[in-house]
């Protein structure tokens, strides 16, 4: 017999993920959605004597998707494939919350509500009557605390009875009528949704919805509201909105206000943009500070430790013909990245889940809006780009995030200026040598460059409207250290899983070239770019070949040089060229296929080609200015 299948569903913030380890207590995967590069967590356990499989959709504000993210969520929910629905709610937040939950009701979904943070709220003196919000929607309701399992073995018990919500939503008359005329042309059988909910979100011009059940009884009956002057979309979720609140109202009371803790903080940063701002760059400066420091550690601990047991085992394969070169490339370029990169992604994601589970995050977000939309970008921007500098596949990955293809795109571009870990050899090995101040200037260049480059992009794209900030302000709590370690872990299988076989094909690649000798031909080919940098026409393979793993670049360049320390090969003012050169581009090989994973390969080419003219223009430029 398969497995049941029960979707978590729910707004940002409220305990989904949490709960989902606490109902199943199972080892969480980390899977793509199918059809899309969106990952969703999955756990499969044995409830009840029923084997289960879990599935926590990514949080959404409402079921009309704004961003990659929210659009896989309603695809989950309007796409079928699932046996229930375990909607998870803030009682801290009730009404915002219930929004999902009326939404999920119109659509005939089967479900269950779980209310989390009830006892947080009740210290606030809001009192949540769940048998009053069961009796009024119709399905199973339980309070739940997923962190000490409390409600946790009730929930389970109920995942059966889960069913449809009694709950009818009432329009005005325009909406009725209309939905009515879209209604005649959906199917009379096979549909698990229900026809009425499914005729509102096409009057409505669900995209999700539209794809699916798109009829031109339904698009004429949308454009009759829009040339009497409605608004479908807004006029819907106004009443959604109305609905949600009454709901709200009959199954809860206030006891006893009393204000949230910290609120003053709120206030004062809040109302104090200047505040606000310096406060968000103060912890974000201490996010890339800490990150540095734990993973320089972890990483020359690590290395201490495996350096050269590696070296051996690479040395050995070597000296055995194709085979082991490629086998040696491969260990090399795997242990390169890595001991590099791994231990400052894993320390920055559990920095970051940190912040996103207290609720600090979220104000960083409103804060650092001031800034960010002068130009015009969304201010989740500052995700990628401080992942970035730990490496820059996870942080094209983390667009995601963004709402809009063209912010997506503009958070990409920032990672060509933004040195990750593997870059950051050649900043400090060639670029210390033109003169002490140079790394901290390349990093300093590289963020204003960065934030140059997703300005240009969002405003080329006309990106700027989907920079619009729909960000709720939840309590800030104090995480669980499981839960934010759990989170960590998974996103970083995640990235190992998706970088692994990039990283052993770049190396093959690497391997076949030199084998083949291509150096000696790539350094003839190459030789006008050489003159145009003022380079040494040796210098040129390890700059170019470098695009396959940033790690080996140095190594290259000695060898392409014929010697040990090739910065003392360099003139100073070489040394500053090739560091620029080499630090301000699409990093590598294994970027680029993440590029392409998410945009197309024609998007990702074209970043390559203007984001590499652009740092290769700058370093051209560095080359002819009369540096001492």
């Given amino acids: 017999m398969a497995a049941r299948r029960i979707l978590l569903v ?6 989904k993920s949490s709960l989902l380890r606490a109902l199943t207590g199972a080892q969480v995967e980390v899977s793509n959605y199918p059809g899309t590069t969106v990952d969703v967590l999955v756990a499969r356990a044995r409830i009840g004597g029923v084997e289960y499989e879990v599935v926590d959709t990514p949080g959404v504000y409402n079921l009309y998707p704004s961003s990659v993210e929210e659009e896989v969520t309603e695809r989950a929910i309007i796409e079928g494939g699932y046996d229930a629905v375990v909607n998870v709610v803030d009682a ?22 779980a209310v989390n943070f009830w006892e947080e709220a ?33 929930l389970a018990r109920r995942l059966p009875e889960a069913r449809r919500s009694r709950l009818r939503v009432r329009y005005d008359d325009h909406i009725e009528a209309a939905a009515s005329r879209a209604e005649r042309c959906l199917p009379t059988g096979g549909l698990r949704l229900s026809r009425r909910g499914l005729a509102v979100r096409l009057v409505e011009g669900d995209p999700v919805v539209c794809e699916k059940y798109c009829c031109p009884e339904a698009l004429e009956a949308r454009r009759r509201l829009e040339e009497e002057g409605h608004d479908p979309h807004v006029d819907v979720e106004v009443t959604r909105a109305g609905v949600a609140a009454w709901l709200a109202s009959q199954a809860s009371r206030l006891e006893q206000a009393t204000p949230p803790s910290l609120s003053r903080l709120d206030l004062v940063l809040l109302q104090r943009p ?37 070296s051996r085992l690479s040395s050995s394969l070597a000296a055995r013909g194709l085979p082991g070169r490629v086998a040696a490339a ?26 996103e589970d207290s609720g600090v995050l979220a104000r960083m977000v409103i804060w650092l809006s001031v800034f960010t939309r002068r130009l015009g970008l969304h201010p989740k921007i500052v995700i990628p780009a401080l992942l970035g500098m730990g490496c820059s596949v996870p942080a094209v990955f983390s667009t995601r995030l963004l709402p809009g293809l063209g912010q997506r795109l503009a958070a990409a571009a920032m990672t060509a200026f933004i040195p990750c870990s593997s870059r950051s050899t050649v900043i400090y090995a060639i670029g210390s040598a033109a003169a002490p101040w140079v790394p901290l200037f390349i990093y300093m260049q590289g963020f204003l460059l960065a934030a140059l480059a997703a300005a240009l992009v969002s405003r080329t794209l006309r990106a700027a409207e989907e920079a619009v900030i729909v960000e709720d302000l939840p309590p800030l709590r104090l995480p669980h250290p499981s839960n934010v370690a759990a989170k960590a872990r998974a996103k970083l299988e995640d990235f190992v899983k998706v970088v692994t076989p990039l990283i052993v094909a770049g190396a093959v690649l690497y391997a076949l070239l030199d084998y083949a000798g291509v150096a000696g031909l790539a350094v003839r080919a190459l030789s006008p770019l050489a003159s145009l940098l003022g380079l040494p026409p ?20 000695a060898a392409s040089l014929g010697v040990q320390n090739p910065a003392a090969a360099l003139t ?11 630090s ?5 090989v294994i970027a680029l296929g993440a590029m392409a994973r998410e945009f197309g390969w024609r998007r990702a080419l074209l970043l390559l080609a203007v984001l590499d003219a652009a740092g290769f223009g700058l370093a051209a430029l560095y080359a002819h200015l009369p540096l001492p």
Avoid at 291 to 304: A, H, K, N, P
Avoid at 333 to 355: D, E, R, S, W
Avoid at 572 to 582: I, R
Avoid at 584 to 588: A, K
């Fill in 274 to 310: 200047p505040l606000g701002i310096a406060f968000s760059l103060g912890l974000l400066a201490a996010l890339i500070l800490s990150t540095v420091v734990f993973g320089s550690y972890v990483s020359g601990l690590v290395d201490s430790l495996l350096s050269r047991p590696v």
């Fill in 330 to 355: 491969s260990v090399d370029a795997l242990y390169a990245q890595y001991v590099a990169a791994l231990p400052y992604v894993f320390i920055f994601y559990l920095f970051l889940t940190l912040l």
């Fill in 10 to 15: 729910g707004q940002p913030n409220v305990g």
């Fill in 92 to 113: 801290t937040a009730l009404e915002r919350s219930l929004l999902i939950t009326v939404a999920l009701a119109e659509l005939g979904v089967p479900m269950v509500v």
């Fill in 538 to 557: 040796a210098a040129m393979p390890a700059l170019l070949l470098g695009f396959i793993q940033k790690d080996l670049v140095v190594s290259m360049l």
């Fill in 584 to 588: 301000y581009q699409v990093p590598c």
């Fill in 572 to 582: 100073p003012h070489q040394a500053l060229v090739f560091t620029v050169a080499s």
């Fill in 122 to 154: 009740e210290k606030r003196g809001i009192v949540v009557d769940t048998a009053r919000l069961e009796g009024l929607l119709g399905v199973p309701v339980v309070r739940v605390n997923p962190l000490r399992r409390g409600g946790v073995e009730e």
